[in-house]
């Protein structure tokens, strides 16, 4: 396997509206993506493929996991299940890195 490191405030770049997205990591059995999401903009309800967290770097937002709110303030950890019904929206410029595993 393997090492690198990452300085993750490279990948920190905010759109002018909606959501910029970055691969930082992929292989055959885990994906990281950083998610850049501008003031007000939501991601509708959807599932996951693959089990899955979800850390959020800087930023406010509300993440709803299975009908529970649960607020997106930095160094929040959240854990889903494959096919978890989720959705979320920015309630301030926010960040987060997602990564999805077997």
Do not use: W
Request: with cysteine; glycine share 4%; aromatic share 6%.
């Amino acid at each position: 396997m393997d090492n690198d490191s990452k300085d993750m405030d490279e990948f920190i770049e905010y759109p002018k509206a909606g959501i910029l997205s970055k691969k930082i990591n992929t292989d055959s059995k885990n994906e990281i993506t950083m998610f850049c999401m501008k003031k007000g903009t939501d991601i509708s309800e959807h599932t996951t493929t693959r089990n899955a967290t979800l850390f959020v770097v800087e930023g406010d937002g509300v993440f709803n996991l299975e009908g529970r709110e649960i607020r997106m303030k930095p160094h929040t950890l959240i854990t889903m299940k494959k096919n978890a019904v989720h959705s979320l929206k920015a309630v301030e410029d926010t960040c987060f890195v997602l990564t999805q595993f077997q």
